[in-house]
């Protein structure tokens, strides 16, 4: 190991990188370190001891503003990532000693070429050309090590700090509206910078929207630029539509999506016009359908638990946390889970706070909705009552028929009658009777 890092010129504090000669020789010992360590457990600790994180900073440095250097970046960030992935304590040095976050910025802003026009704000070039292969994995091996340096960094204490993350999400949004050189690379870039903007502090994400200048023709909402937030739908939708390995490459843009628009009202406007826009159809349930909406309450019945919540969350959010907003768009039966999960089964709205201003109906809604099945969420034609033409005693003896039917169920052991508490909350049927009625008592002996 100490052979290579000395022919990666890991030891040379001071040597500026000048011998273009050399420079494959450093590569391909940054590519040798990289397998060493990823496949052996001694070498992730002698890494450590030998200090050589902070000599990767060190040649980063050196990489920084110059050319013909990339390759020897990329490997460079690649051993970053890979020693912050596998050492813990290599990932707390880079973040507390190293300034290790300020450092893998500057190689993320370096390889994306950004040039700012005011603070957290960078120039937008309608004509730029695509990223080069080069520049892109440079760019991607940097939001991968700065993804395990930042992790556990929801908690911004100081004014430093924040201002880091925010000079952070903006070259992150700057990453959003880059292209790679193929739309496979473009996709794995803008994947990598929604998992680091994850990490960010939801207070620092609204440098993702800036106020929008005449010139600009991007998506705007309320004055605000939403170029960034547009992708990111886009992103979520195409995800949507591959089908498969939900948890992996779905939920981190849907809980990023969920804390935006919990805690930036221009997002959360923006996004629910596009999901949520005013019903006006409603003869199909809300899971048919091919529109964004239709997808997303399709996924809240998914057989992923992860999966299923963050969906559920993510449209209960849009609908401000209120419940009786949330089954006009989804229906009862999609979100019984959701709402059996934060007791909430009996109605009302959740813990956060948001604007009073109210959603307006649409004619056809208000029109259809007498008709409106609560369960499914769609209008249904008005059903014969079967109990019409039965005599009293018929109904006597079907009503005891269910009953007895209900109780050998439960005697059985193959179902367990269940109620809702006064709080919202499921319990067997039993005690959420015996809660009633005590919470009913309380009630009348305090009037």
Known sequence: MQILMRLAKLDTVEDPLETVSEFPVIV????????????????????????????LCNLLQKCKDRQLVDDIKCFDLRLLFLLSLLHTDIRAQLRQELQGVQ?????????LSVRWTEEYKAAEDRDRLPLSLQETDCAIEALKALFNVTLDSWNVHSKN???????????????????????????????NAINLLSNVPVSCLDVL??????????????GMNMGAIQILLDFMEKRIDKGSSYRE??????????????THRNIRKFIKAQVLPPLRDVSNRPEVGTTV????????????LGVKQIAAEFLFVLCKERVDSLLKYTGYGNAAGLLAARGLLAGGRGDHWYSDDEDTDTEEYKSAKPNIN???GHLEEPMPNPMDEMTEEQKEYEAMKLVNMFDKL???????????????????????????????QESSDSD
């Open 28 to 55: 391909e010992a940054l590519k040798c370190l990289c397998n060493i360590i990823f496949n052996s457990s001694v070498a992730q600790k002698l890494s450590l001891e030998l200090n050589l994180a902070a000599m």
């Open 103 to 111: 450092v893998l910025t500057q190689a993320l802003e370096s390889s």
């Open 161 to 191: 700090e924040s201002h880091q993350f925010r000079y952070m999400a903006a070259i992150l949004r700057h990453c959003l509206l880059t292209t790679g050189p193929t739309e496979e690379k473009t996709e794995e870039l803008h994947s």
């Open 209 to 222: 929207i800036n106020p929008s200048s005449q010139e600009e023709t991007d998506i705007k909402y309320n």
């Open 249 to 262: 490459g779905l939920t981190p843009v849907l809980s990023l999506l969920t804390e935006c628009c919990r």
């Open 293 to 304: 909406r239709n997808k997303l309450v399709r996924l809240m019945t998914h057989v992923d």
């Open 374 to 376: 609560l369960i499914t």
């Open 410 to 440: 439960s005697r059985d052991e193959l179902i367990k009658p269940m109620g809702v508490r006064p709080d919202g909350t499921m319990a067997p049927l039993e005690e959420a009777v015996s809660q009633y009625h005590t919470s009913k």
